[in-house]
């Protein structure tokens, strides 16, 4: 359930007409509700009040708006992050350092030592070169990094293979069979407090078997490691879970992955961490544009829109489906692609997709576009960088302001050896 309803034929935000915010702020721009992330945070929370011990860790990268951080720190979660710009983002939120989780494959010695610094929670492990460096790292600054081992289960998340991450060929974790002996190495390092396990297969996952079996596999080599004497303490099962793109669609909601998780972490003793994004962000979030003209088309005629892949990529990037409504519907369709104005055929909405009837100057809103969307971003085509709004009931904040071209283009130099 989210709050972007059609009211008197026209979709709002909450209590604010879209129309308002494309007309007030200009296309594109995404729009966030305050009431919708509130709820799918509380419905998450809700969702493992099974279980006895848990930590909630927003996956920053899904949306590292300030304003979103704050919201989500409010409520109580702590931040997964993957890069100091992430992390310095999450303490800038207010979210405190122990509850930040640092993740990724490529952490630099500046960030690990940064991170250290700020004495955030837990690191999770990906490498042995990794766990050795912050080992060393620790030590020289007379401090001990708290540590989880992240473990690459072999398992296929039956996902977009370019969000995949949790099958023996990826790049993340180290592999399941030589987790033990590494996880004994380290509990030995004196820079180091390991303290857990961690694992995440991949994203937008629609079906719970793949993550079962995972954890079921991580349960057994914590019960492993446990009768080797090692300390664990702390389970991170990651995110992933999926949302419905499509007006209707079915999929597992937070309930059922929250019983499977209850189920498989019964007689584990331990505090289970989760790393949600797209779950939260993802349908609490819109990108509005504006149809700049209908051109026509051999199959289909054109409905090129003011929006593009540089601001919302995951169509071009993942073939992701976003549906697609009309601000103010007149209650006709039409069978249309949709593009953008880059000059790559990949810039591409929907092919040949039943949409409401739009013209030149109407005002549209791609759906579930709060995760993995203004995040994505960026400037091809020296087009502008899209602003971010946030609505809480009757009003609205700009809570991203939008990177003119010019600003861009102010930071850039011309060597003196070309004038
Ligand atoms: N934890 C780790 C270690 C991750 O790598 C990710 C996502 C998450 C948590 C959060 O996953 P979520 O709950 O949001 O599925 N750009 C892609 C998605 C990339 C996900 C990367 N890792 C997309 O637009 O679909």
């Known amino acids: 359930m989210d709050h972007f309803q059609l009211r008197n034929g026209e979709l709002y935000a909450e209590d604010v007409p879209l129309a308002r915010i494309a007309q007030e702020v200009g296309t594109p721009v995404y729009v966030y509700s305050r009431a919708t992330l509130e709820r799918h945070a509380r419905v998450f929370r809700e969702a ?4 006895p011990s848990i930590h909630l860790a927003f996956a920053v990268k899904s949306n590292p708006n300030l304003a979103v951080l704050r919201l989500l720190g409010a409520q109580g979660y702590g931040a997964d992050v993957v890069s100091e ?9 207010g979210i405190p350092a122990q509850d930040i989780v640092f993740s990724g494959v490529g952490k630099t010695g500046k960030e690990l030592a940064a991170a250290l610094e700020a004495g955030i929670g837990q690191f999770n492990l990906e490498s042995e070169a990794e766990g050795r460096e912050l080992s060393q790292i620790a030590l020289s600054m007379g401090t001990r990094a708290v540590c989880a081992l992240r473990v690459n289960p072999n398992v296929d998340a039956k996902t977009h293979a370019k969000i995949s991450t949790g099958k023996a060929e990826n790049k993340f974790g180290v592999s399941y069979d030589r987790a033990a002996a590494i996880y004994a190495e380290f509990s030995g390092l004196e820079g180091l407090n390991m303290r857990g396990l961690a694992v995440h297969i991949g ?21 492993d490691l446990r009768a080797q004497g090692f300390t664990v303490t702390h389970m991170d099962l990651g995110g992933g879970l999926g949302v419905p793109y499509k007006a209707g669609e079915q999929l597992p909601g937070p309930d059922e992955y929250g019983a499977m998780v209850s ?11 989760f790393e949600p994004g797209r779950v939260i962000t993802g349908n609490s979030g819109v990108l ?18 003011d929006a593009a892949m540089n601001d919302l990529v995951r169509p071009a990037m993942y073939e992701a489906w976003h ?6 519907p007149s209650g006709e369709t039409m069978t249309a692609n949709i593009v953008g104005p880059i000059c790559e055929t990949g810039d591409t909405f929907a092919m040949g997709r039943i949409i409401d009837k739009v013209e030149a100057g109407d005002f549209g809103a791609f759906r579930t576009a709060g995760a993995y969307g203004a995040t994505m971003a960026n400037t091809y085509n020296s087009r502008a960088l899209v602003p971010e709004v946030m609505v809480d009931g009757e009003k609205y904040a700009v809570v991203a302001e939008r990177i003119e071209p010019e600003a861009i283009l102010a930071a850039e130099r011309v060597p003196d050896w070309l004038t």
């Open 263 to 273: 189920a498989v972490t019964a007689d584990w003793d331990a505090t289970i961490m």
């Open 288 to 305: 509005l544009t504006q149809v700049i003209r209908v051109k026509e088309g051999v199959t289909a005629p054109f409905v090129v829109v």
């Open 203 to 223: 994203s937008q996952i629609t079906d719970l078997e793949p993550s079962r079996l995972a954890f079921m596999k991580m349960g057994e080599l914590m019960r």
């Open 85 to 93: 710009g992430e992390m310095r983002r999450a303490l800038a939120a």
């Open 48 to 51: 493992l009040a099974q279980l």
């Open 323 to 328: 549906d697609f409504v009309a601000l103010k």
